[in-house]
């Protein structure tokens, strides 16, 4: 959640390719920002910003005010985990390839393809955070 100028505090929702920002004390839709094709939407929260994981598309969001900070292109297929930290933003698909993002801007820093058996899940860690894949089944 993150508390909005005008005092009020967001939660935010993905679902179907499009992410939300719902007003706490009302239930009140505050903003919306579809990411392009319906798929599976990954969030993850730093500070006052969510990153939102679509098929291919990473956005950047203000959560208190719904402005799109950016948004940038990923090479990602389905199934992927994100993790935001610090500056940084790791994302894992199901066929091995990790992409490292900077937080402040969207500029890939790296990529990794792992040597994996089939295609699965991805999980990432990094000192007291996890992020799993969930397929939505």
């Known amino acids: 959640m993150s508390e909005a100028e005008s005092g009020r505090e967001i939660v ?3 679902m179907n390719g499009t992410v939300f920002g719902v007003d706490v004390s009302t239930g009140a839709e505050a903003w919306r920002h579809h990411l392009g094709r319906h798929s599976l ?10 990153y939102a994981l679509g098929r291919g598309t990473l956005a950047f969001i203000e959560i208190a005010t719904g402005r799109l900070l950016g948004q940038i292109a990923t090479e990602m297929k389905l199934h992927a ?5 610090g500056e940084r933003i ?9 992409e490292c993002y900077s937080a402040r801007d969207g500029r890939r820093l790296w990529r990794s393809q ?3 058996v089939g295609a699965t899940d991805v999980a990432l860690a990094f000192a007291g955070q996890v ?6 089944e």
């Open 12 to 14: 935010v929702a993905a």
């Open 41 to 50: 939407v990954r969030l993850a929260v730093a500070g006052s910003c969510v």
């Open 81 to 85: 985990t994100l993790l935001v930290v």
């Open 90 to 98: 790791f994302i894992g698909d199901n066929l091995g390839d990790i």
């Open 114 to 116: 792992l040597e994996t």
């Open 131 to 136: 992020a799993q894949a969930d397929r939505g």
